[in-house]
Each structure stands twice: as structure tokens, then as C-alpha cells.
């Protein structure tokens, strides 16, 4: 810069909005601007008594020093730095700093040039954000380590893709290094057969909705297939959305279930072949009487054949609910209305009732409720309750049936005004040839309970001896997502 550009400077001092000084070669103030002193709070007599090094942060003068000594011996001839000036009331201002040497005609250096930048909002958010990603980058060395610890398998995706698996979850799936799962789908290590359950959950999260717990069968690196429970956490990783799961291996208590289960089922054989013997022995005890008694007569009876013919009746029952237990029905799920199916056994049922001297009461919205159910199986289950309900009341009375709806499953209700049942008696309900009635064979409930089972639903019953019992079944309703 040459003194034929002073009359620029003079311009610049009287009307920039920064702050601008000319300082002498050794490093005093000679002249400021209005903008200057404003900016770190010293009036014009107090910064020209000052040198320029005394209003620069002490540990960013001698780096500064540096610089004006480069000016000084003209290696350079103009520099910028972001330094730190000292207000006079104390605090920082960050200042962009641009200082240049003025030259006389002659090209000798007689004065420096130095413009003031306000830079400290940008300074503080910058420092802000430095610091907000130190702590993150601390706490998310933090909580790798504690996965890394963690004696449960821990696996983090990114748009279902694998980006970090612990140690844990490499011994659960048998592998040697994540490298082979990194940058794959979680496809590959859940098994087929869970990926509707897979995907539904990406939905969940996609759309914000809680997820909750979950079961997979996983497929491992060495060919095996284990069972896994877990939750997954949304989170971030690595700066970016992501979904963090924590999973515990259940496949010896998966193996231990199906002992139990198989046990109980050798168990409930065991009861079927007790029940069944003491029920098909009596009758047939009856018909070979009848037949003894016949055989030493001359003249039949019609009324032993009569007998004989219900007892071999009552045989046929017991064989035709025990085949339904044994072997159900091949259940067809379909897009049903549960109010279009209740309304059609109300009116099968009715007439039943009126014969009893009963009535059936029912409340239920008028619009459609959607199940995916097979409507046969539940009009059976309806079927059975309310008939069991009629003979219930043996002066006749009331059966009550309410439908409505609680969260994502409907309720239907079925009340009588019978006798009741004993609570000794009311938690053997649904064991095969339980019964509370005269004639029963205590298999039609027990198939009830396990339609209703079958179609992710449970069932219910509350009793008062000499009031009534109340029956409640609750089905899943169809997301809105499915009925279109």
C-alpha cells in the first residue's frame, strides 16, 4: 500500500462501520475510528496511549508479534489473523484481523494499516458447536464401550443396514469379525420366516410409533438357527438416525418351552384317555346289558332298542368333539365384520331363547368392526357360549351381550342371570370333560379357548353364584393399514 492511498484510508476512517487503526512500525497506536473504539469499549485518547499488543488476548500476542515483526522485515506484506481482543470491561471479542504495511514515495514502510472484523458471534457458535460435538463424540465413545461390555448382543442399524455389532452379538451369531455383517441387511440374519415381523417394525419406526419387544428366530454364520428376544431404541450413530437393539439369546428357554409343552400335552393325553374311558364305558355298559336282557327274552322291546340308540348317540358326541380337538379344522382367515357375524348368531339364537323363556339384550356400534378371522370358527365359539347361557337359567331371564372396543382389540361380553358357578369349580372351566351341566361332556369349551387362541385372542369368564356368569372375549381388530 503507497501514501498516494492515504486519502482512501482518511475515507475509510471517517465512514466504515468497522473498526480500523494505523499503527506505528513499533507497534503504538497513531490513529483510530469511532468503530474501533466502540468495538472493544476505550475511548480515542485511551487506545492512542496504548500499544496494539495490549488490547490481543495474552495467548494470542506473541503468535500476533510474530506476525508484525514478518511486516516489519517485509517477508510479508500484509496478513490476517482471528485473535482475541480484550474489551476494556473484561471480555473477549474475536476480531478478523487484516494488518498491511503503508509505504512512503520512496517504498519505505511507515506505518501499518490494521482493520478490526467483528467476528465473535460467529466465533461462539462455532465454539458451540465444537463443543456440542466433542460431548457427543465422548458419550458415544462412552456407550460404545459400555456395548463392548455388555454381556447382551447389541447391534446398531441404519435404514436396516448393519454398521456396528459388539462382541456379544458376534458370539451369538457365531461369526469371527463383523466385517462380514457390516454394511449388510438385517435380512441375512433374520430368518425369513420373522421378515413380515422385521418389516412392520421399520414401519413403526419410520412413522414414530412405540415398538416395543420383539421375538426372531436368526440364522448364524455357521448354519445354525437360535431364537432371540429384544427391544429396539431409536438413537443417533455416527451423526445420523438410527436404530440401536439389544437382544438376548432364549433359544435353550425356546427348547425348554416346546419340553414343557410337549410334556403338558402328554399330560392332557393322559386325562383325554382317562376321560374318554370312564365317558364311552358307561353307555356302552348300558348296551351290552340291554343286549343280555334281550337275548334271554322272547319278545324284544322297541324301548331297549330306543335305549340302546341313545346311548350309542351319546357315544358318537363324545368321538365328534373329541376329532375336533384332536384334528380342528383348517382355519381360513378372511376381512370379517365382527358386528355382521354377531348380529347372524343373535338371530340364529333367539328363537332358542324364547322357547327357554329368554331374551337376549344386545348393544354394539353400528359400524363395522374388521377382524381377520375365520367367521365360522368365531360364530362356533358365540354359538356355544350363548347356548351354554340359556341352560344357565333354568326360570328363564336375560343374557346380555356387549360389544365394544378397547384399544386395538374388540371386547364382546356375554352375561346370563343364571345359577353361577362356585369359584372351586370355575378355574377347572375349559379342562377336557369338565362340565357344570347334567348332561355335557365339557369339550366344547375347551375347543372355544382354543379357536379364540388361535386367532391371538384370549377369553375370559367371571361367575356369582346364584347372579350369573359373564363371558369376555377379546379379539385383535385389523389395522387400518390392512383393510384396504
Known sequence: MHLRQADLIDFAFNHASIGMAIVSLEGRFIQVNRALCELIGYNERELLSMNFMSIIQHDDAEEHRECFNQLACREVEAFHTEKRCVHKQGQMVWCMIVTSLVFNEKGEPIFLFAQFHDITANKLTELAQKEVAAVLKEKEESLRILMEELPLAVLITQNGVCKYLNAAALELIEADSAERYLGTSTNEIVDPCDHEKLHERRRKYRHGEKM??????????NGDTKYVEGISIPATYCGERAVIGVFQDITERKKEEERMLHSEKLSICGQLAAGVAHEIRNPLTSINGFIKLMRTLKHEKDQYYDIIEAELKS????????????????MTRTKTDIVRVLEQVIALMSVQATLKNCAIVAAYPQEAIWLSCDPNQIKQVFLNIIKNAIEAMHGGGNIHIDLTIHGEYA???????GCGIPPDKLQMLGQPFYTTKESGTGLGLMVSYNIIDNHGGSMSVESVPDQGTTFTISLPIMESADLY
Do not use: F, R, T, W
Open 212 to 221: 416395543g419387544s420383539v421375538k426372531y428366530k436368526v440364522n448364524c454364520y
Open 315 to 330: 357315544i358318537e358326541i363324545i368321538c365328534n368333539e373329541l376329532l375336533l380337538l384332536a384334528k380342528p379344522s383348517v
Open 411 to 417: 371386547h364382546i361380553s356375554i352375561q346370563d342371570e
